[in-house]
């Protein structure tokens, strides 16, 4: 079976999928880093050198390749769901869950991270805001379930999951 977490920047998706991985005990692959080694430098780099519509292409390949090769458990980028080939391929071949964030959750989490080259802004609270605002619907679209992360423990997310994979017992005979 084929997991995929999607949603925002800094919600948790690698995190989160890690622990799921060896629970399930399924390869992992974080999809941002899977694109760096394709690319041989950072998604920064890449991101300014070539811009956004490039990244998304190699981003869009990697999703592909990925939810091919096999079980696995998947961490998306935030960003995966701007195409609707992603969303399409991600929704048809993986049981996707939604790590829902609100921004502010997300702005506390990231407000230190100089990594994100969507947040290397003035104001990366309104950015989150932003992005959001553009990208909520589309998760929910793609996502066969939403978890609210909050504040539960990384542990506690991934039992949530892991109990909604789980088959329902059958009936007694």
């Not at 995966?80 to 502010?104: D, I, K, Q, S, W």
């Not at 290397?120 to 066969?144: I, K, N, S």
């Not at 992360?149 to 059958?170: D, E, F, H, K, Y």
Request: hydrophobic residues 40%; charged residues 25%.
């Amino acid at each position: 079976m084929n997991i995929a977490l999607v949603g925002m920047p800094g919600s948790g998706k690698s995190t989160v999928g890690r622990q799921l991985a060896r629970r399930l005990q399924l390869p992992f692959v974080d999809a941002d880093h899977w694109v760096e080694q394709a690319l041989g430098c950072s998604i920064r780099e890449y991101f300014e050198r070539e811009g956004e519509a490039s990244f998304r292409d190699v981003e869009a390949q990697a999703i592909s390749d990925i939810t091919d090769s096999g079980p696995v458990v998947i961490a998306t980028g935030g960003g995966a769901v701007l195409r609707p080939a992603n969303r399409e391929c991600l929704r048809g071949r993986t049981r996707v869950f939604y790590l829902f964030a609100t921004p502010e959750e997300v702005y506390r989490r990231l407000r230190h991270d100089q990594n994100r080259p969507l947040l290397q802004v003035a104001d990366p609270l309104m950015r989150l805001r932003e992005l959001f605002a553009q990208r909520d619907a589309l998760y929910r679209e793609t996502a066969h379930d939403v978890i609210t992360i909050g504040r539960p423990s990384t542990a506690a997310l991934v039992n949530t999951i892991a109990a909604i994979l789980q088959p329902a017992p059958g009936p007694a005979a």
